[in-house]
T-cell receptor, first 114, second 112 residues
Framework: AQSVTQLDSQVPVFEEAPVELRCNYS??????LFWYVQYPNQGLQLLLK??????LVKGINGFEAEFNKSQTSFHLRKPSVHISDTAEYFC????????????FGSGTKLNVKP | EAQVTQNPRYLITVTGKKLTVTCSQN?????MSWYRQDPGLGLRQIYY???????DKGDVPEGYKVSRKEKRNFPLILESPSPNQTSLYFC???????????FGPGTRLLVL
């Protein structure tokens, strides 16, 4: 089985500052990695995903993430946040080997302050 | 418009009264999944389906049933709900496991 740890439950940051949301995973097999965002009172939508190839993945709204296999991490970054980025962010993992379960982290609430 | 719909959006029920939450997608997706979201726990997968008549347990299947008789529909059934099933439920679909999952708007369930 796989598991995901999001180390920070809440991250406060001022508008236009950079932010990093941390995600570590555990798996005995190769994985696909995802970041989803949930705006208040909405469902989740995909920010970005890592399937293979370049370890730096760019997503929507200026977010990017880097897959680090040796550290089993997939941290999400944005160089300059906006008030509209206030939301909850979820890291997720699924195994490549045909086991089709999804595992989500506990989420990080990003609070962007003016 | 491509979408995943869930009904009802809000439901209050009592312990032991069977209920069904419907989920439907119009994108011809093969992979469908049910999650529950609880504060501090994130989303946990209840059941998933790879295609019609192919379903399997996720991480927290106890107390739930599903069926996939048609490609577009994936209902979640609680045969005897209990208060610990009070939660926010999401249905999602994708073309394949590694593709983008599209989430429904959620169903907030309260079991008294």
């Amino acid at each position: 089985a796989q598991s995901v740890t999001q180390l920070d439950s809440q991250v406060p940051v001022f508008e236009e500052a950079p932010v990093e949301l941390r995600c570590n995973y555990s798996s005995s097999v190769s994985v696909y990695l995802f970041w989803y965002v949930q705006y208040p009172n909405q469902g989740l939508q995909l920010l970005l995903k890592y399937l293979s190839g370049s370890t730096l993945v760019k997503g929507i709204n200026g977010f990017e993430a880097e897959f680090n296999k040796s550290q089993t991490s997939f941290h999400l970054r944005k160089p300059s946040v906006h008030i509209s980025d206030t939301a909850e962010y979820f890291c997720a993992v699924s195994a490549r080997n045909g086991f089709n379960k999804f595992y989500f982290g506990s989420g990080t609430k990003l609070n962007v302050k003016p | 418009e491509a979408q995943v719909t869930q009904n009802p959006r809000y439901l209050i029920t009592v312990t032991g009264k069977k209920l069904t939450v419907t989920c439907s997608q119009n994108m011809n997706h093969e992979y469908m999944s049910w999650y529950r979201q609880d504060p501090g726990l994130g989303l946990r997968q209840i059941y998933y389906s790879m295609n019609v008549e192919v379903t399997d347990k996720g991480d927290v299947p106890e107390g739930y049933k599903v069926s996939r008789k048609e490609k577009r529909n994936f209902p979640l059934i609680l045969e005897s709900p209990s208060p610990n099933q009070t939660s926010l439920y999401f249905c999602a679909s994708s073309r394949m496991v590694r593709e983008t999952q599209y989430f429904g708007p959620g169903t907030r369930l309260l079991v008294l």
